[in-house]
Each structure stands twice: as structure tokens, then as C-alpha cells.
């Protein structure tokens, strides 16, 4: 407990994204954000708009996680109101999934709570996001148990292109051409793996990893490599395309739903309070890399 | 084409059974059979209702396919109409996905349509059925994109236990412990494999092979090995009651969305009509099995 009286929670959890409208709450929309806090304020019986978590990755409509975090502020009897007779707060993942079901929110679970370590933010304190994008390639016949999270191809992919592509884009560069800057921020981020493998499903899965990720960049990514390994766009020209630095239509934004946010790292708790100081701090704008 | 003018085709197909009354049609249920007649009612332009199609395994409500095979007679003329304007049969597995889309039917997915071989049978030709079983053992995170086929269970789960209790059922026998035999049939069958895997997710798999399964057989013997491999049921006393051959409340039956048909296999096509013949005679019941 601090001095404030408040305990803050780390709460990982995983969602289906299929009938949910992003993360982020929105008014009359059924948001993962929207239901995991009307949750919490059932078991700590306050009303849900007095409840506000903090999340790692905040993801669009309808792309799922089997890896998110966030945190959330709750007071000392509140702590004990989570954990029950058990007295653990580790019990809590048991009653959030129990309130969970009784608003019918089955596509939401929670895998662990606990009490957060000095100098825990779920967003500002994280290291790096990883992200799968998983897709059925003209060929591979396609399994109606997945429709909802492996997205079907029109096109056969070679995937030695597909990877070519991918390693194009590793390390710290400005990712414009993949994602329009806000303004007051900037696009440049830094890609730490870009990998694809092949299922013996036949499904090829991506696994994209970054310190973090600009809006729809994921999507992107993948829409610009799965064109070179469609053959519609040659690895030099795919190269100049993002070395232009401006959204192309020949790099087409992947649909949300093969989309899956797998994990969020964060350094070891005597690290945690420097990451969130540099993370909190804006980002300086670099000039433009090279690419190649 | 046959002297009758009729043509049989082979459709392969899967589909998602959390939103069907099973495979077989009902009035005013939603079916996998209702809904495949539909369309290819609506291709060849007949009345639903004068189409029927002959499925290898008919599966329960819930109950998923990602490799069912079923056949159904169609005239020359028909067999243009489905082919369409490339003139290949092959073409029909599109034109019937675009049918079950008109329909609002994208949990029902055709892989393959071919003509049948001669003595081609789906139901009577078939060798045997392949079905897998996923659970996710207590401590495994659950998953909610796969939560509509994989089994969430309370209990740890021993995979040796679970494998030998499996093993002791390989073989020609009578499954009546673990379904009930109806009037004028036998359960006995040959259960050719019983293996169980460790997916990198945490899932275990079972696979489950036989010639022909009787009703809710699967999943009495997942339900069975599983009390096993949970501690519930030690080896010994699961053969005892596999030995009693009547149905026992210490066999549960699993829940239908852990089940998924992902195979049948069929003898090369000089073999197809001479196996048709074997299965339509009724199968002699056994004397019952010594275990071990």
C-alpha cells in the first residue's frame, strides 16, 4: 500500500475480439475496456464509471489478445473484496471471470491478477508489444473453426518473398509510410523481429515485435510483405515504397481480424519505474533511415 | 454418367458446429445437412427438400467437421450448372461457398467437389473416421478464441495416466460401457488409435481413430480417460467398468464443442464398391472381450 492509501493491480488478460468495438470505451458501444470495468466494479460494488483501467496495447475493433495487461488503482478493503475467503489476491482472476460471465462476457478472460510492483505502469512501463497476424493462403483449405481469427488469401504466398520483405523493415527507423503520424508524435519505432512460419495447418502465422506500434501498423506491415510474396509488388519496389514515407495504396491495411496481440514485455521490477520515465518522456523525432 | 443418367458427386467439406442442431436435418432447426441441400438446392435450381445428401459421420449438435465427406446424385445437366462457365466440377466447390454465403452460412465451408469414383459410397464406402478432442487442463489459460472447441477442465491432468488408460482400449471390442448399443445394432467396432499430444498452447489432443463410432462413443471414452488422467479413476478400476459393458456414471460424457470430425478414409477406388458391400451387411455382435 502506498501512501495514498491506494494498491495498484496487474491485471493479464485475453479477449475475442469478434464482438467487441476495440479496447478503448465508447459511449453505447460494447468495448473490452467498457466490460472489464463494469467487472471490477461489481466485485468492489462501485459503479462502473468510477472504475478506470490503464492498458498496454490499445487494440482496434475486432483484433484479438491472448497476451494483454493493464493495471487499475483499487483501495486496501477493495483488495480484499477481490481476493474473498481465499485471501489471495491471486483468487481475483476467479471472481472477475465469475462476474465476467454474469454480463454474459464469456469472449473476456482474465488469466491472472496481482499486486502490481513498485513502479508497475501497464503502458508506459512496457518494453516492447508482440503481435501475431495469422493467414490462409489460396491453397490451404480453409477452416470455418478459425474464420474468425485467420484471414483468407485470394492469393498463393511465397513465403522466402514474404520474408525477404519482412527483414527489410528490422530496426529503428520512421514507419510513415506504414502508418500516418499523429500530430505531435511520431512514426518512428523500432521493429525487433518480423518472423513468418508455416503451420502444419498450412495457416502462415507472422510474429511482429516492437518497442510499440502507431495506428493500424501492424496491419500494414503485413499488407506490404504479403503483397511482395503475392507477387504484386518486387522487393526493390516495396523498398522505395516505404523509403517514400507516405501511406501507399500498393501497401494495403490487413483486416483486423487476423490480428492478436500475444504478449507485452516489461524489464525486471527494479527497472520498471526508469522504463516508464523514458517511455512518458515524447519520443524525439529522427530523421529519416536509410533503408537496406 | 450412369445408365439412370444420375451422376454422384464427392463433397468434402467442414463447418463450425457451435450454431448447428448437428449435421442431420430437422424441422425447423438449423442443420449442416438443411443448410448444404439448401445450396445446392439454390445452384442447380431444385426445391430444397429435393435434395439429399449421404454423410460418412453424422455428427451431435456442437459437434464440429474439418474433414466430412458426403455425396449426392445430381443429372448431367446439373452437374453443368454446378460446374459453371470453366466448365470443371471443380469450380462447384465456389459456386456452392457462394451460395452458403447467400445463405449467411460462412460456418459451413466446401473444400472439394469431385465425381465419385464407382462404388463410391460416403456413408458405406468409408474405412473409418478420425476425430480429435481438445481440453485445456486447469492451469492452462484458456484461450477465448478458442473457446468454442476446446473443453476448459477443473482438473490437472496426468497425460501418462491418460495414455495408459487409453491404450487398454485399442482393438476390436464391445463398446457398450461407452455407448448404448440401439435396438437391432451392436457397439462393437475397432478402435485403431487412441493418442493424446501437448500442443505448445497447453492443449492437450486427443486423436481418436476407429472404423465406426455409436452414439456419443467419443466422447464417453475422452470423458472415461480423462476421470483417469485427473486422478478420478484409477487404471485397474476403468478397465473393471469397461469390462461390466453397461453405461457407468463414472464415465462422463464430455461436452459436444470439444469434438471435431477431421477425417474419413476410404480404400483406393477398386476397393470402394466391395467395402460398400461389407459395411451394408449388419455386423455380427461379438462375444464380449477380455481386457488387458
Known amino acids: 500500500m502506498r501512501a495514498d492509501g491506494q494498491v495498484r493491480l496487474r491485471i493479464d488478460l485475453a479477449y475475442d475480439g469478434t464482438h467487441f468495438s476495440g479496447w ?3 459511449p453505447a458501444l460494447r468495448t473490452v475496456q467498457g466490460e472489464l470495468e463494469r467487472a471490477i466494479a461489481m466485485v468492489v460494488r462501485r459503479e462502473p464509471d468510477e472504475v478506470t483501467v490503464t492498458v498496454a496495447g490499445r487494440t482496434d ?4 489478445a491472448t497476451g494483454q495487461t493493464c493495471h ?5 478493503a477493495e483488495v480484499a473484496k477481490l481476493a474473498g475467503r481465499h485471501g489471495s489476491i491471486a483468487g481475483a482472476a476467479r471472481k472477475l471471470n465469475g462476474a465476467l460471465k454474469r454480463l454474459d462476457a464469456g469472449d473476456l478472460i482474465i488469466h491472472a491478477v496481482c499486486i502490481a510492483p513498485e513502479g ?3 503502458r508506459f512501463a512496457a518494453l516492447s508489444r508482440t ?3 495469422l493467414v490462409s493462403p489460396r491453397g490451404v483449405p480453409v477452416n470455418p473453426l478459425l474464420r474468425h481469427c485467420v484471414v483468407s488469401l485470394g492469393d498463393e504466398i511465397d513465403l522466402d518473398a514474404t520474408r525477404t520483405a519482412s527483414l527489410t523493415l528490422l530496426g529503428l527507423r520512421d514507419f510513415t509510410s506504414f502508418c500516418k503520424a499523429r500530430d505531435g508524435s ?3 519505432r523500432t521493429l525487433i523481429d518480423f518472423t513468418w512460419a508455416k503451420r502444419t495447418d498450412g495457416v502462415l502465422a507472422a510474429t511482429i515485435h516492437a518497442d510499440a506500434f502507431c495506428h493500424s501498423m501492424v496491419r ?5 510483405v504479403l503483397a511482395v510474396g503475392a507477387g504484386k509488388l518486387t522487393v526493390q519496389r516495396f523498398q522505395e515504397l516505404t523509403a517514400e514515407q507516405r501511406r501507399s495504396s500498393s501497401i494495403p491495411v490487413m483486416p483486423a481480424h487476423g490480428l492478436t496481440l500475444v504478449g ?3 524489464p525486471e521490477d527494479a527497472g520498471l519505474a526508469a522504463r516508464a520515465a523514458v517511455t512518458r518522456a515524447r519520443r524525439d523525432p529522427l530523421a529519416p533511415q536509410a533503408l537496406g
Open 24 to 26: 478503448a470505451k465508447q
Open 61 to 64: 475493433a475486432g483484433v484479438h
Open 72 to 76: 487499475v488503482e483499487v483501495t486496501e
Open 120 to 122: 508497475f505502469d501497464a
Open 131 to 133: 503481435y501475431e497476424y
Open 186 to 188: 511520431t512514426a518512428v
Open 220 to 224: 500494414s506491415l503485413v499488407g506490404g
Open 264 to 266: 507485452v514485455e516489461y
